[in-house]
């Protein structure tokens, strides 16, 4: 069977799999061993009409290999996609007052992280973004979108337009790891960031993106590059 025949099936099932976490994400968060205050910080940002519980898997992997400051929480349906950086920008303050940050984020959560960055002088605190699933091209299914927020993800709209124009800080990484199969992100090409690195994965969509061990091993290799 091929990777198309199959791959209806196996988002199917990986969307069933991230529902079924949801409700995980509003129990009270994890709270890690004391740190010393100046440790680096991994900072999770989910996507849009997801929560935090979304990259679980990712997490659990990541403690395992050693990273044990991390922070995430829900943003809910922000107004705008300049919000949810801001809000991100409130989070890194409040959870991670000193050290170095590193940013991961998830389809929209990519696109904040990123406006919080380029924008909002996120630099002077994130060494790294690594984005899952993110249309930093924007998607086609956002033409004629029936919400602002929605509107933000149109190729041509002025959202994208302005932060791909927008130069990325020198002193911070991007690593965009792409889903080949997206059918969020149209056309798929649209995943791969315009600067910094790029990883794409012919066989995996949308959500699966955030269940593959494969994409795990690739994050964890961005956080040591």
């Known amino acids: ?95 991670a007052p000193e050290g170095r940050v590193t940013i991961v984020g998830h389809s929209m959560g990519g696109l904040a992280a990123r406006w919080y960055v380029q924008r909002l002088g996120g630099d002077k605190r994130v060494d790294r973004i690594v984005t899952l699933a993110t249309p930093h091209g924007g998607t086609y299914l956002a033409y004629n979108a029936p919400t602002t927020l929605l509107n933000q993800f149109d190729p041509e709209g002025s959202f994208i337009r302005s932060l791909n124009e927008s130069p990325m800080p020198p002193t911070v990484e991007l690593h965009s790891i792409v889903a080949g199969q997206d059918l969020i992100v149209v056309p798929r090409t649209a995943g791969a960031a315009p600067f910094g690195e790029s990883v794409v994965f012919e066989d995996l969509g949308h959500m699966d993106i955030l269940l593959s061990p494969r994409v795990f091993a690739t994050v964890h290799l961005a956080l040591r590059a």
């Not at 409700?23 to 440790?39: A, D, Q």
């Not at 910080?41 to 996507?47: E, K, R, S």
């Not at 990712?58 to 949810?84: H, K, T, V, W």
């Open 1 to 95: 069977m091929s990777v198309l025949r199959e791959r209806p099936g196996k988002e199917l099932l990986s969307w069933a799999a991230q529902g079924a976490l949801y409700g995980f994400g509003y129990l009270r968060p994890r709270v890690p061993r004391k740190l010393p205050r100046e440790t680096d910080t991994l900072v999770f940002v989910h996507g849009l009409g997801m929560n935090r519980a979304s990259f679980f898997p990712l997490q659990a992997y990541l403690r395992l290999m050693g990273y044990d400051a991390q922070c995430s929480r829900n943003f809910g349906i922000p107004d705008s996609i300049e919000a949810m950086a801001e809000a991100i920008g409130c989070l890194v303050e409040r959870s």
